[in-house]
């Protein structure tokens, strides 16, 4: 059993936590977090042990009634790897804690690349990343292109990829974010860093990228156009994407209109938290012109990244082949709808 452990409960934190305990060669060790906060309780409620991120504020649990196994240190001691799910910036911060312990250790793509060894995407460079003692698994957007860009590289080749990403501006917890009341081009400049951070991970594809938030917390939606070396049909790239176990082509018959049908169709399928681990192409979108194919795509940003977690742990920890690994993963938490 690969023993893991979480630093950081939040929005990517749990989902991981849950991934990882409903693997069949996985122990989930125990989760961290900063303050007894009704996360913290669901936690415990949920059967999992706790751990005070940081030493100093233990006492704040044993105040507040809500029981800890220990704190960060005790817990990088019990385990093969770490996943940090900390915020952006202080997965960076906690590298050199990790390295102290000498944990393996995850992280997220709010961090830079230069954080670990190498970034991860198990559809692009999941074999690439063996031997590395950190990973840094690519953001919810970034997985979503390399998720989508590999199979087109590999069939047609890619002679230039151009999307917007219409980001969400907030999760549905994060009252505070915005906007409320527009959608805002962020970054202003194009192209965005987006493109560059798919090359993290799938090197050598050109794509340009161009980003605007807008007032929905649901989903990310991306307007992709890819101009191909070799032109094939309509039809052959339905197909092609049909095929891969992390895109569901969303039947025009389904009549899914948007990110809320879409969120509401995991629920009546029982996903936990209504969670989206695949890409969600709509199948009438894909369109292709000449060399030109178009589509509209939409990622759950705090789902898609959680099976890719679960991988990156078994590259990290095991001589498991990406197929092997992803398949396992699929099959421990249903991916594929
Ligand atoms: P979040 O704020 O929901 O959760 C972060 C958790 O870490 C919180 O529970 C917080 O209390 C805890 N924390 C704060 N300081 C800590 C510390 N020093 N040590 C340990 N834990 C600490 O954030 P999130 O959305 O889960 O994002 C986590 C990472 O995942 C970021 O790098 C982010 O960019 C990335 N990510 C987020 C999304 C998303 O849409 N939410 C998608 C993909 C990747």
């Not at 196994?69 to 790897?81: F, H, I, Q, R």
């Not at 590298?95 to 198990?122: K, L, M, W």
């Not at 209504?274 to 292709?288: K, M, T």
Request: hydrophobic share 40%; glycine share 10%; with cysteine.
């Amino acid at each position: 059993m690969i023993r893991v452990g979480v630093n950081g409960y939040g929005t990517i934190g749990k989902r991981v936590a849950d991934a990882v305990a409903a693997q069949p060669d996985m122990e989930l060790v125990g989760v961290t977090k900063t303050k007894p906060n009704y996360e913290a309780e669901a936690a415990i409620r949920r059967g999992y042990d706790l751990y005070a991120a940081i030493a100093e504020r233990a006492g704040e649990f044993e105040t507040a009634g809500v029981g800890i196994a220990g704190t960060l240190p005790d817990l990088l001691e019990s385990v093969d790897v770490v996943v940090d799910c900390a915020p952006s910036g202080i997965g960076a911060q906690n590298r050199s804690v990790y390295a102290a312990h000498d944990t393996p250790a995850i992280f997220q793509g709010g961090e830079g690349a230069d954080v670990a060894d190498a970034s991860f995407n198990a559809r692009t460079n999941f074999e690439a990343s063996r031997g590395a003692d950190t990973l840094r698994v690519v953001s919810c957007n970034t997985t979503g292109l390399a998720r989508l860009l590999a199979p087109l590289e590999a069939a047609y080749g890619i002679e230039k990829a151009r999307v917007t990403l219409v980001r969400r501006g907030g999760d549905p917890s994060e009252t505070g974010r915005g906007p409320i009341n527009d959608v805002v081009p962020d970054p202003t400049t194009v192209p965005s860093h987006h493109g560059p951070d798919v090359n993290t991970v799938l090197s050598g594809v050109d794509v340009d990228t161009a980003a605007l938030k807008a007032p929905v917390t649901t989903m990310h939606t991306h307007s992709v156009n890819v101009t191909l070396r070799e032109p094939p049909t309509t039809e052959a790239v339905r197909d092609l994407l049909a095929d891969e176990s992390r895109i569901f082509t969303i039947p025009e018959a389904a009549g899914i209109d948007g990110a809320g049908k879409l969120k509401e169709y995991a629920m009546d399928r029982g996903r936990p938290r209504g969670d989206l681990w695949e890409n969600c192409v709509w199948e009438e979108s894909i369109n292709v012109s000449g060399r030109d194919l178009y589509l509209f795509e939409n990622v759950h940003q705090e789902a898609d990244v959680v099976p890719e977690n679960v991988d990156a742990i078994r590259a990290l920890t095991t001589d498991l082949s990406a197929a092997e690994s992803v398949e396992r993963t699929n099959e421990a938490l249903g991916v594929g709808l």
